[in-house]
């Protein structure tokens, strides 16, 4: 092996270190354990989709009779409490504890009230702002469960609520 110098000179000094020939077989040794320990201890994240939509203005759910669309039900979520309405009118309102909404109660009314609306296979859940992202999905995740395959995303109206 050579010494590289910044002189042009091609001879060492008179007190030159004598050459040392690297080894390299610890380390390639630990990288050979290492990387698939490293590998296996990795988590690989899943990633998890919900398919929603926004409510269409017009469709397959027209009116053939007076040519506007059916009414289809909708979850009003507020700070304080869900409503399950079709239309203007409501049809039920469950409170919430503080930052908890009572999921069961609003399964139960949604498998309810699914039994007797006109578009079986989709609601709208409408959210007022200041709600929190975790109790939509919640929500979404509730109403997939009530049967719902079509799940349409809008926000509240801050007035009546």
Same mark, same amino acid.
């Given at each position: 092996?050579?010494?590289?110098? #910044?002189?042009?000179?091609? *001879?060492? =000094? *008179?007190?030159?270190? =004598? ?5 390299? +077989? ?7 354990? %290492?990387?698939?320990? %490293?590998?296996?201890?990795?988590? #690989? ?8 939509? %926004? =409510? ?9 009779? @007076?040519?506007?669309?059916? @009414?289809?039900?909708?979850?009003? @979520?507020?700070?304080?409490? *869900? ?17 908890? #909404?009572? +999921?069961?109660?609003? %399964?139960?009314? @949604? ?18 702002? =200041? ?31």
């Amino acid at each position: 092996m050579r010494n590289i110098s #910044f002189t042009k000179s091609q *001879s060492a =000094p *008179s007190g030159a270190v =004598p050459e040392v020939e690297l080894d390299l +077989t610890p380390v390639m040794n630990m990288f050979l354990i %290492l990387v698939p320990f %490293l590998v296996s201890m990795a988590v #690989f994240t899943q990633v998890a989709i919900i398919e929603f939509s %926004l =409510p269409p203005n017009v469709g397959a759910g027209l009116d053939d009779s @007076l040519g506007k669309p059916k @009414l289809k039900l909708t979850v009003v @979520l507020g700070n304080d409490h *869900s409503k399950v309405t079709l239309g203007e009118r409501m049809l039920d309102s469950i409170p919430s504890a503080g930052d908890r #909404f009572d +999921t069961d109660s609003l %399964l139960a009314r @949604l498998k309810v009230r699914r039994a007797g609306a006109d578009i079986q296979d989709e609601v709208i859940v409408a959210v007022l702002d =200041p709600v929190r992202f975790k109790h939509v999905v919640n929500v979404m995740d509730v109403c997939r469960d009530a049967g719902f395959e079509k799940i349409g995303l809008s926000s509240a109206a801050d007035e009546g609520l």
